[in-house]
């Protein structure tokens, strides 16, 4: 059985940084895209960045490009996401998620397993 489990969120005043963590359990990360998506409050799920075999990081927000970043722990079998310079409008949950392939995806649907989502609130 596939399980994500996030961590990590919290509050952060903004120009402040989290770490968010996917701990996985059930699938190998070289055969999976790994991808991080958010939802703020009265918003849709955004693809944030994603990071896969084939493609390595993708971004989907250009608003996150240079402030967050991915990284992995194979033993650990855990991927974090690095969020740096943070902002009150990266204020979101954040769930990672994971789909058997090489390659990445911004369309949630594709992603067949998901982390229940951390809360990350960036205070002004």
């Known amino acids: 059985e596939v399980q994500l489990v996030e961590s990590g969120g919290g509050l952060v005043q903004a120009g402040g940084s989290l770490r968010l963590s996917c701990a996985a359990s059930?699938?190998?990360?070289?055969?999976?895209?790994i991808g991080w998506f958010r939802q703020a409050p009265g918003k849709g799920r955004e693809g944030v960045l994603c990071?896969?075999?084939?493609?390595?990081?993708?971004y989907y927000a250009d608003s996150v490009k240079g402030r967050f970043t991915i990284s992995s722990d194979n033993v650990k079998n855990t991927m974090y996401l690095q969020m740096t310079s943070l902002k009150a409008e990266d204020t979101a949950v954040y769930y990672c998620?994971?789909?058997?392939?090489?390659?990445?995806?911004?369309?949630?649907?594709?992603?067949?397993?998901w982390g229940q989502g951390t809360q990350v609130t960036v205070s002004s």
């Open positions: 998620a994971a789909r058997p392939s090489y390659y990445c995806s911004n369309y949630g649907p594709l992603y067949d397993y």
């Open positions: 059930g699938l190998a990360f070289d055969d999976y895209a």
């Open positions: 990071i896969s075999r084939r493609e390595r990081i993708t």
